[in-house]
């Protein structure tokens, strides 16, 4: 018996809440949702855990909002991506997207005198992550000197206390692929429900809210295969540990099941975790409010069934899904092209072409070139492209990536419920395309997984790739009637402000100890 303990009491937290004197709660269920690394020196793992927690790894993800003034010539993209900066994971700028555009069009926003734009940099995985200073001073440098840079007047944006506009997070927990073939997220999956505690992190399975919430299905669906099972008891007391997307949408979902019980600790002095929205009313158009993402941005048609149980209960209102979005053909509501791609380092060994292309012909060569290595005559590499060939090729080879997804790592959502052993045995997602004849989608799976910050194609897993490019994302690219990319008018914020009233948070709560075993 734990001498900390008193008999019939599970799980017992010491804490402070805003400052004051140390107190403690009690709980028959504890639920992790904040990286379960922080918890190490104040929490009574396991060996077993910190074993599993230990072979974590992580990026560094740093976002600035800058204030531009609209050049002229006005630009002719408002999001563009640098593959290469992001495959080197240096932390230098690798791209932007215009807040002011993505709301209200690239029309718009070369209307008006000036724009709010995000700039991304990303670094990782490293043992001495760059500094918040490090990443700006980076920034200051680098953004003058890029020649896909539109912007030549620009300043970093700051709040009223003078305080920088940026997020610098760690980000996107993950195991290498050494990792996952000693069964890390299996390991992880039988964790769950032992010492009285559950796990809803991201670094379970995978950083989107997506699968956050996936992963939150998965593990109340599934409480007999995996051995564990929520008290009988609805009156309970359960404590959330984390106010982020994972810990709201578990808390939610056990209210749906009927525990009146429920509490979220927060040790930080706001809810919602790397969703970080912050709204403008200047510089915007007609003086109508510009939700400018730091952290959470997009949406695909993978988000449908999420999105629609939102709306069901009430935390979507007046934040518009249809109408602000980058339609399907890459082009912004008022029908210009949005998106373009940085070709610097991305064809080697032939002669380059424009520093800067649209996203759809980035989209169609960079497979082309990728599926047709070696060429006989680099000089000529591009005479025998056909874009509307490669494009017809891409569909028939995402329906064939699509059976390997099945096959390979099953239809469970968000991950298989064991480990995918064929699956594993490719050392990358390029590895996996290379060796299944998919390589004409590498284009595509650049903007649709790398980009997004989850590591390059060259180094990441493939099951993490098949993650996240999964059945849902695949399918809508090609059969939804909705837009490839959505985002929301109010931002991802809003979603979380709506939920929030909903839950019993407590903020600024410092929990210093954590006793789970009798």
């Known amino acids: 018996m734990n001498p900390d303990k008193s008999p019939g009491t599970p799980v017992t937290l010491t804490l402070s809440i805003d400052g004051a004197a140390p107190t403690t709660k009690t709980c028959d269920l504890l639920v992790i949702a904040c990286e379960p690394r922080n918890l190490s020196s104040i929490c009574d793992y396991t060996a077993t855990e910190q074993a599993v927690f230990g072979k974590l790894c992580n990026f560094t993800f740093h976002t600035t909002l800058v204030r531009v003034t609209v050049p002229n ?16 994971m240096a932390g ?6 215009n807040e002011t555009a993505k709301q209200f069009s690239l029309e718009t926003a070369n209307s008006m005198t000036e724009n709010l734009v995000t700039v991304y940099q990303l670094q990782g995985p490293t043992d001495t992550p760059m500094t918040e200073a490090e990443f700006l001073a980076n920034l200051e440098q680098t953004l003058p000197t890029l020649d896909w840079w539109p912007y030549p007047d620009f300043e970093i944006v700051t709040d009223s206390a003078g305080a920088t506009v940026d997020l610098r997070t760690p980000y996107f927990d993950h195991f290498d692929i050494d990792g996952l073939r000693a069964g890390g997220p299996w390991n992880y999956l039988s964790l769950q429900g032992k010492n009285n505690t559950l796990f809803v992190h991201g670094s379970t399975c ?15 669906d599934h409480q007999e295969k995996l051995g564990w099972s929520l ?37 930080s002095a706001r809810f919602g975790g790397k969703t970080h929205t912050v709204t403008f009313d200047a510089p915007s158009p007609d003086g109508q409010p510009t939700a400018c993402e730091l952290g959470t941005c997009y949406l695909s048609p993978a988000y449908d069934h999420m999105a629609a149980d939102f709306a069901a209960s009430g935390f979507m209102e007046g934040n ?15 029908g210009h092209t949005i998106r373009a791609m940085v070709t610097t380092g991305q064809f080697p060994g032939v002669p380059a072409p424009a520093t800067l292309m649209d996203y759809d012909e980035y989209t169609l060569l960079k497979g082309y070139y990728e599926a047709n290595q070696p060429f006989a005559d680099p000089e000529t590499w591009m005479a025998g492209f056909d874009a509307d060939k490669v494009k017809a090729e891409i569909f028939v080879r995402l329906a064939e990536y699509d059976v390997l997804l099945a096959l390979y790592r099953g239809l469970t959502l968000p991950m298989p419920l064991s480990a995918p052993t064929e699956l594993l045995q490719y050392d990358s997602f390029y590895d996996f395309l290379a060796k299944n004849d998919l390589l004409i989608l590498t284009g595509m799976l650049e903007y649709a997984y790398s980009v997004q910050g989850y590591g390059p194609l060259k180094q990441i897993p493939a099951y993490y790739g098949m993650i996240w490019i999964s059945l ?25 402000t709506q939920m929030a ?3 019993a948070i407590t903020l600024n709560a410092q929990v210093t100890k954590i006793t789970r075993m009798a």
Request: charged share 15%.
């Open 73 to 88: 010539p006005a630009p002719t993209y408002g999001i563009i991506l640098a593959p290469t900066e992001i495959s080197a």
């Open 501 to 503: 009233p909903t839950l």
């Open 472 to 496: 849902p994302l695949t399918l809508g690219l090609i059969f939804s009637d909705k837009p490839a990319v959505t985002v929301l008018s109010k931002g991802w914020l809003d979603i979380w």
């Open 206 to 220: 995978f950083e989107s809210v997506l699968q956050c919430w996936q992963y939150g299905g998965l593990l109340l």
């Open 231 to 267: 008290p009988t008891d609805k009156t309970a007391p359960i404590i959330v540990l984390g106010a982020g997307p994972s810990g709201m949408m578990f808390a939610h979902r056990l209210q749906g099941l009927g525990y009146t019980n429920v509490e979220i600790l927060e040790s």
């Open 92 to 97: 230098h700028v690798s791209g932007f997207r």
């Open 320 to 334: 518009i899904r249809e109408g602000m979005y980058l339609t399907a053909d890459h082009q912004d509501p008022a």
